[in-house]
């Protein structure tokens, strides 16, 4: 079946460091991929999408593209904040699937000063 | 403002009692949905609803009920509660479509059963 694999966290960094956080994926055909957001105590929100290989999607300085030789949707961002602490979510829409998401198990951001 | 409300958001009841977790949107969605959330296992689906009247499971449906009676409202039923079911549950909603849909979240319910 669909699964979505992710980074163990939880990812302490210092502000204005560079954030990589790996997804890596397992879906038949041609999946749309997510990375949602959630920050304490809120639901979850999204921070970009990309349908189709090679896209990158783009949203607050975070980044990702779409990888499908190495079925990776790995999030970047080159310099974070205090305020991006938060747990993020990759997650895939498989083919034809009438919009269920497939989540990753989420990896926790800490920021500090 | 378009969103996704639950409630309560936060409960605390006791094994075999009856309980409904409310779900609203206001943006006329077709599709909505519900997820728990548990620690080392992401989110996981436990039913959805394509349209009024047309539900089916996800992937954890044991244990729970919904009905979709209006397009705006997708309760979760839990008729016989079990601390198994101590979870963080969202609702989420989308417009029909296939690819770029995005689902809107509802702000989580933190259920504790005793």
């Known amino acids: 079946g669909d699964s979505v694999t992710q980074m163990e966290g939880p990812v302490t960094l210092s502000e204005e460091a560079f954030l990589t956080i790996n997804c890596t994926y397992t879906?038949?055909?041609?999946?749309?991929l997510f990375w949602y957001v959630q920050y304490p105590g809120e639901g979850l929100q999204l921070l970009l999408k990309?349908?189709?290989?090679?896209d990158k999607g783009s949203n607050k300085g975070f980044e990702a593209t779409y990888r499908k030789e190495t079925t990776s949707f790995h999030l970047e961002k080159g310099s974070v904040q205090v305020s991006d602490s938060a747990v993020y979510f990759c997650?895939?829409?498989?083919?034809?699937?009438?919009?269920?998401?497939?989540f990753g198990t989420g990896t926790r951001l800490q920021v500090t000063l | 403002e378009a969103q996704v409300t639950q409630n309560p958001r936060y409960l605390i009841t006791v094994t075999g009692k009856k309980l409904t977790v409310t779900c609203s949107q206001n943006m006329n969605h077709e599709y909505m949905s519900w997820y728990r959330q548990d620690p080392g296992l992401g989110l996981r689906q436990i039913y959805y609803s394509m349209n009024v009247e047309v539900t089916d499971k996800g992937d954890v449906p044991e244990g729970y009920k919904v009905s979709r009676k209006e397009k705006r409202n997708f309760p979760l039923i839990l008729e016989s509660p079990s601390p198994n079911q101590t979870s963080l549950y969202f609702c989420?909603?989308?417009?029909?479509?296939?690819?770029?849909?995005?689902?809107?979240f509802g702000p989580g319910t933190r259920l504790t059963v005793l």
């Open positions: 997650a895939l829409r498989a083919t034809g699937t009438a919009s269920k998401l497939t």
């Open positions: 989420a909603s989308s417009a029909p479509g296939q690819g770029v849909v995005e689902q809107f």
């Open positions: 990309a349908t189709k290989a090679d």
């Open positions: 879906a038949t055909g041609y999946p749309s």
